[in-house]
């Protein structure tokens, strides 16, 4: 595996349901992101960890809660999710430099989440 | 509210001709600034950054910074079919928050 991956690519719940995105990095990188994008709006950051430590939390609501057990993997935690939280849901990561997220960021492919 | 400005398009150029793609930003302390592309259900990929003013060059993609208009731009020279896509405009805003602030995206079609 090379780059960033995302597992699953497509995802379909109910909003009852709970469910879990994950993310893996094999470029060396220790910070890593969460964005969502949605049709015709800019790409949204989520949740940003730099050495596995949360350093951004975009005033997402609670029924997303991330995870981050080392540098290279990352979990987006779901439940009862609502119909506007259908959307691409991706992944980045980049390297930190002097203590601060450098600023190339490198995407995976995203999971398309539709929640019915 | 930091902004990062984009036309939507779609903007259209010949086969062979120049694409020229524009971006404004809001916050006068930014500092990093980047293009994506992404194609159509795809994730973005990183195709320049550039930090300084003035242009920077990589193949047929120059990247042209204009702090003080607060403006980025990417002039993309020999456009091909295989350059259609969504560019977005990022910009890196105050470092000690390390957020990266995305455009909403111009969607570029080159007609062969």
């Known amino acids: 595996e090379t780059g960033v991956t995302q597992t699953p690519r497509h995802l379909v719940m109910g909003m009852t349901n709970k469910k879990s995105l994950k993310c893996e990095q094999h470029l060396g990188h220790n910070a890593m992101y969460w964005y969502k994008q949605s049709a015709k709006k800019p790409l949204e950051l989520m949740f940003v960890y730099n050495f596995k430590e949360q350093t951004e939390n975009n005033s997402v609501p609670s029924r997303f809660s991330p995870e981050c057990p080392n540098s290279s993997h990352l979990f987006l935690h779901l439940h009862t999710l609502q119909p506007e939280d259908s959307a691409l849901y991706l992944c980045a990561s980049s390297q930190v430099v002097g203590g601060r997220a450098s600023y190339e960021q490198y995407f995976g492919p995203g999971t398309r989440l539709t929640v019915t | 509210q930091k902004e990062v400005e984009q036309n939507s398009g779609p903007l259209s150029v010949p086969e062979g001709a120049i694409a020229s793609l524009n971006c404004t930003y809001s916050d006068r302390g930014s500092q990093s600034f980047f293009w994506y592309r992404q194609y159509s259900g795809k994730s973005p990929e990183l195709i320049m950054f550039?930090?300084?003013?003035g242009d920077k060059e990589d193949g047929r993609f120059t990247a042209q910074l204009n702090k003080a208009s607060q403006y980025v731009s990417l002039l993309i020279r020999d456009s091909q079919p295989s350059d259609s896509a969504t560019y977005l405009c990022a910009v890196m805003g105050n470092p000690l928050y390390d957020k990266v602030i995305f455009g909403p995206g111009t969607s570029l079609s080159v007609i062969p």
């Open positions: 550039i930090y300084s003013n």
